[in-house]
């Protein structure tokens, strides 16, 4: 089986390397001369991938790396982007993955071949992009992972022509260089946001942040110290939703108050995106960082908010807006889209209405949680249903689990461009290993193991759990999930800690020395 995948980021490498586990020929195609997609930084505005300078996962390294091939021990909890990069190319050649690349070579069309009625394969238009050559090659069948970040979504403000200052999207942000003394406005809080508007307010003289529905902040690092997504456990998943959600606003609010400083949310928490930032709390209440309302107007040197107050002699504006969905390389009607833009796929992978199941998109899904594994188990997947392992239900059936999901979404989130596709971590993952044959069953597993099964129960849901039994079961699964705190503990703790005596030995001590004092005392006294 000849199988073609479209993209060498973190969706289009896992895809490859969970094909040629299962023995599938495959060919990813790649734009860019280097691998790592969104997590490439380059220098030059609208080359490289969507990360600026000093860009840091927002998921810890335990619940990011893929599931057979862990994060190094020496890696640190949250890593940079040029250490997922990294992470990336020592992925590719532990699986030997690069002799399966070809880069400088654009997908320009994925269309139906002449016999796919009776193959289901498709012809792919390519198009080198040193030589402008073009070729158009067939295969059985094709996974689109090339991701959902490809167009950015930029809202008109009235008079942004007129602007006579710098404006950008946060895609084409680099660092902070070039806005030092500058007053700058950031339009948007979602977490690119707000980490641009922290950076920034180091260097500016002032930074406005314009938000039109606030932001609920989360931090990396939970209560004690752990990274904050350790707490995603099979046990938190059992707590009534409206008892998580209670103790997240209260322990959120705690560390400030949101409303008091400009952020509170005109939603619920955990009904859109997670906002992750560690400083924008300290920003505001120094003054470095000041939230606005929603941004009404902008004028040659000034700008207008929703509530009517004006910001005089702003140089820059940035807006950090998202992205939307494009997929230019596929014909619309092989992939339909709602009116907020998101696909409609069958379990958020399978366009529904094909007569074979030889085309699929591998991380076009927002989740909860690190997209890496999100990725992984959706490859696993595919690569069954198209060796035929597994089978897709009715066309009907597919249509109408997508409405179920799309209803279920539009009751649970706030409506927004990606909110359809939009899973629960856990709950995705398991409902994708069931269907594999990768998901433990923990109560057999309590009988054979109790420790580890109590470990997989109330620790963090990581992906390794997936490779305890089932196809490709990685024999150190078990091994790297008793170690999960060594391996936290061990990327931190870089001072050697000696403990003090404790309080009673400090006691027992200071009490010894008085009585010698005393009856040295008494003793020179008498004498």
């Known amino acids: 089986?000849?199988?073609?995948?479209?993209?060498?980021?973190?969706?289009?490498?896992?895809?490859?390397?969970?094909?040629?586990?299962e023995g599938i020929q495959a060919t990813v195609f790649e734009k860019e001369e280097q691998i790592g997609g969104?997590?490439?930084?380059?220098?030059?505005p609208g080359k490289g991938g969507l990360v600026y300078r000093s860009v840091i996962t927002n998921t810890s390294k335990d619940m990011t790396g893929f599931s057979d091939y862990p994060m190094p021990d020496d890696y640190p909890p949250y890593i940079h982007n040029s250490q997922v990069v990294q992470y990336l190319q020592m992925y590719c050649d532990h699986f030997k993955l690069n002799e399966h690349i070809q880069f400088n070579t654009s997908v320009r069309k994925i269309e139906k071949a002449a016999n796919y009625q009776q193959s289901g394969r498709w012809d792919i238009t390519l198009s080198r992009n040193d030589t402008n050559e073009t070729t158009t090659e067939t295969f059985d069948a094709v996974m689109v992972a090339n991701g959902l970040y490809s167009k950015i979504s930029l809202p008109h403000f009235q008079g942004v022509e007129n602007f006579r200052g710098k404006v950008l999207h946060s895609r084409d942000y680099k660092d902070w260089k070039g806005y030092e003394n500058k007053r700058v406005l950031v339009v948007g809080s979602g977490s690119s946001a707000v980490d641009i508007a922290v950076e920034l307010s180091y260097h500016c003289s002032q930074v406005y942040m314009s938000t039109r529905s606030g932001a609920w902040v989360f931090g990396r690092v939970s209560s004690g110290g752990l990274p904050a997504d350790s707490l995603l456990s099979r046990f938190t998943m059992m707590v009534p939703r409206k008892i998580v959600k209670y103790v997240l606003r209260s322990e959120l609010n705690q560390k400030f108050d949101h409303a008091k400083y400009g952020l509170g949310a005109n939603y619920d928490i955990l009904t859109k995106s997670i906002v992750v930032n560690d400083d924008i709390a300290a920003r505001i209440i120094c003054g470095a960082v000041k939230v606005k309302d929603n941004l009404s107007c902008i004028k040659e040197h000034d700008v207008e908010f929703c509530d009517g107050t004006i910001e005089k002699d702003i140089q820059a504006i940035v807006f950090a807006t998202g992205f939307a969905t494009a997929i230019t390389c596929l014909d619309s009607s092989i992939i339909t889209q709602d009116q907020y833009e998101c696909l409609n796929l069958f379990r958020n992978i399978f366009p529904p209405g094909l007569d074979h199941p030889t085309l699929a998109?591998?991380?076009?899904?927002?989740?909860?949680?690190?997209?890496?594994?999100?990725s992984e188990m959706q490859s696993r997947y595919v690569v069954r249903v198209f060796k035929k392992c597994l089978s897709l239900p009715s066309q009907e059936e597919m249509i109408r689990d997508i409405e179920d999901r799309h209803k279920a979404n539009q009751k649970a989130v706030v409506r927004t461009e990606w909110s359809i596709i939009r899973v629960d971590y856990i709950k995705y993952m398991d409902?994708?290993?069931?269907?594999?044959?990768c998901k433990c069953n923990l109560l057999l597993l309590f009988f054979r193991d109790p420790k580890l099964a109590l470990r997989c129960f109330f620790g963090p849901c990581t992906p390794t759990q997936f490779r305890l039994v089932g196809p490709h079961r990685w024999n150190n699964a078990k091994k790297t999930i008793e170690n999960n705190e060594k391996r936290f503990v061990g990327s931190i703790q870089t001072r050697r800690y000696m403990p003090q005596m404790k309080s009673r030995s400090w006691f027992w001590s200071g009490f010894a020395i008085t009585t010698a004092v005393v009856i040295a005392y008494y003793i020179t006294s008498y004498y």
């Open 431 to 437: 409902e994708l290993a069931s269907l594999i044959g």
């Open 38 to 44: 969104i997590w490439t930084f380059s220098e030059t």
């Open 1 to 21: 089986m000849k199988v073609a995948i479209v993209g060498a980021g973190v969706s289009g490498l896992t895809a490859l390397k969970q094909c040629l586990d």
């Open 361 to 374: 998109m591998i991380g076009y899904v927002q989740v909860g949680g690190a997209v890496f594994p999100v």
